[in-house]
């Protein structure tokens, strides 16, 4: 492929502005923008998934950091041990590895529920 | 105990040719689909879910990872627990923030998606930065910790260990491109995987398949301690600083992010990132079953004797439960780990290099397809020859701090601006340049003043600056760096463009065509 921006009045700035809609071939701008129900539907989409995405992250932001505040203020508390062998420091830290899958599981099951439904709607 | 680690090891030596011969092949098989700029750097864009969760597994189980995190629980038990978790937790963060919108946005290198509305050669060139130094710095670790692995394991001397990764790795990169290195990272991740797995079912085997009974057993011989923080968390602050750079860092890593661009679609990028995060996250579970079996099994005292950071103690485990085989069998998969990370590190370099600079910066996009694939082997092969020099230079060095600066250098100068390239409507070229560099130039000028250089390195009684981790301070100045100068220099035709880009992170490229 050889890129071969066209240059027109409405770009003045071939070398910027083209090539990235020439390398990454973007749609037709004036075209589609006319529909204004589909770009309200299109920014409440992208909120939506900006408020979900933060969301997961502070969690599991809290959870690593909570843990991590743990091991440095309650040093003995977690080395207690729960049963003979197993401390609290240790079951706490495994369940940081299942609270980073099941996070993964939610944020998977709205995407593929939810996400991919409202794009297909939009695509349509 | 007495140990063969070190002195020819027949089956070490026929399981590592056996790699190389099966890598080879499929780099031989590569080679012959790897005809255009878009097969070298992004596959085709043909490799699945499961392959992509596979190969994002096999980029960041390093060896440091498994030899290192075993070594460290076998000496200080509880505390090596600590690095696996913060490992991990960054992987959720990629999935929520980057890998869909990044996929969408972008097409080799993730200043695409910093660069896409914004002026190209400024954002390409500073990301540019940002990456080689990223690269050079995860290298660094690799290539001298391979030269140390391979002297230790197999008797070869420092520099041609050093030479063989290297050439074995540019052999992938060069002729079979991401093909060849994908499948690499897959068999190598698969191979690492089997293995760390096979040696905890010998441990717990030897348990009645009860972890308890482990801990029960360590705490016997080394006494409660080893079930509690310890030492490692002397200062809490710091503790958190490094934390926060491995949890974001995560999702700035280039050589990470740029296996995103190897699979079809959106969706299939999801579902990598899930297959990564429940492959590592089983790894570093296994890692921590290694660690306290070879602590009980083999011994704090014996680990130390052989190499005082407790890198060994993985492969003296294998040693004492299946013998000098198993051993051979566990070196050649540690050999092979080092391979496939550094050369996956050498392609997302290359693509900086060749993508970014010479093709968007130097030429101004105006590049023919044959001339691009020519500039982006030729970049390879630069790397892989600064691979090998810097893997001399740095010989007999104290690396340890390299990988942590790598990752506070990925979290503080290229997350902010990857993500207010996707959210942030109000981001500019000089918010992104300034996001980029103040990010990447805090974390190294205070890893400099950092008691890790200043005490650890050049001898001096005190640092200037107190913790070892930058992130805690880094990070935040590359966020603040990123508004603060967008703010005040509104570029309209970014903010124009932002619905362009959102359409684009949400719809996918074909559907908004």
């Known amino acids: ?124 | 105990m007495q140990t063969t680690l070190g002195q020819t090891n027949p089956v070490a030596i026929l399981f590592f040719f056996l790699f190389i011969s099966v890598t080879l092949g499929i780099t031989y098989w590569a080679a012959r689909r790897t005809r255009t700029t878009e097969q070298f750097y992004a596959a085709g864009r043909s490799v699945s879910g499961l392959q992509n969760g596979l190969a994002l597994a096999g980029d960041y189980m390093s060896a440091a990872s498994f030899l290192g995190i075993a070594g460290l629980v076998a000496l200080s038990g509880f505390d090596g627990l600590i690095y696996s978790i913060g490992f991990l937790v960054g992987w959720p963060v990629v999935m929520f923030l980057i890998a869909e919108p990044l996929r969408n946005l972008g097409k080799y290198t993730f200043a695409d998606v910093v660069a896409y509305r914004l002026r190209q050669v400024p954002v390409r060139s500073a990301a540019a930065v940002s990456t080689l130094a990223v690269v050079a710095l995860y290298l660094i670790a690799q290539m001298v910790g391979a030269g140390n692995l391979i002297k230790l394991m197999f008797g070869l001397s420092y520099e041609v260990a050093v030479i063989i990764v290297g050439l074995v790795m540019l052999a992938y990169v060069l002729f079979g491109g991401m093909v060849a290195t994908t499948w690499v990272q897959i068999v190598k991740a698969v191979l690492l995987l089997g293995g760390a797995f096979l040696l905890a079912l010998l441990v717990l085997l030897h348990y009645g398949l009860n972890p308890l009974a482990l801990f029960q057993d360590a705490v016997a011989k080394q006494g409660d301690k080893v079930l509690a923080p310890g030492g490692l968390v002397a200062n809490p602050i710091d503790t958190l600083s490094l934390g926060l750079a491995l949890m974001l860092g995560t999702a700035g890593l280039p050589h990470i992010l740029m296996r995103f661009y190897t699979v079809p679609d959106a969706k299939a990028a999801r579902t990598s990132v899930t297959w990564a995060t429940l492959f590592i996250g089983f790894f570093y579970l296994v890692t921590f079953v290694l660690g306290f079996g070879a602590m009980t099994l083999v011994g704090p005292d014996v680990i130390r004797g052989i190499d005082k950071g407790g890198n060994m103690a993985a492969p003296l485990l294998a040693e004492v439960l299946g013998g000098t085989p198993f051993l051979g069998f566990i070196a050649a998969v540690a050999f092979a780990t080092i391979l496939a990370v550094v050369a996956g590190l050498t392609l997302s370099g290359a693509a900086a290099l060749s993508h970014d600079i010479w093709v968007n910066v130097v030429r101004r996009g105006h590049v023919s397809e044959g001339e691009q694939l020519r500039v982006a082997r030729t970049a390879t092969l630069a790397l892989g020859v600064v691979a090998i020099l810097l893997g001399i230079a740095f010989k007999g060095q104290n690396v340890a701090f390299t990988v942590g600066l790598a990752f506070a250098i990925a979290a503080s100068g290229n997350l902010p601006a990857l993500v207010y390239s996707i959210f942030w409507r109000g981001f500019t070229t000089a918010g992104a340049v300034a996001a980029i560099l103040v990010g990447t130039l805090s974390a190294v000028l205070l890893i400099y003043l950092s008691p890790t250089v200043q005490v650890d390195i050049l001898k001096h009684a005190a640092p200037i600056f107190p913790l070892k981790n930058p992130g805690i301070i880094s990070i935040p100045l590359g966020f603040l760096a990123g508004w603060l100068v967008s703010v005040l220099s509104r570029e309209r035709e970014a903010e124009e463009r932002f619905l362009e880009v959102e359409r684009r992170v949400h719809l996918g490229a074909s559907e908004a065509g």
Request: net charge neutral.
């Open chain 1, 1 to 124: 492929m050889l890129y071969s921006p066209q240059h027109t009045k409405e770009n003045p700035r071939p070398d910027f502005h083209d090539l990235s809609r020439v390398v990454l071939g973007v749609f037709n701008q004036e075209e589609d923008m006319t529909d204004t129900d589909k770009v309200k539907q299109l920014e409440a989409l992208a909120t939506q998934r900006w408020r979900i995405a933060l969301q997961l992250t502070l969690a599991m932001m809290v959870i690593y950091f909570g843990f991590i505040l743990l091991v440095a203020y309650a040093k003995g508390a977690m080395g207690t041990q729960l049963v003979p062998g197993l401390s609290l420091g240790i079951l706490l830290g495994a369940l940081v590895i299942v609270a980073a899958w099941v996070l993964n599981w939610i944020y998977v099951r709205w995407a593929n529920r939810e996400y991919d439904e409202a794009i297909r709607r939009l695509g349509e």
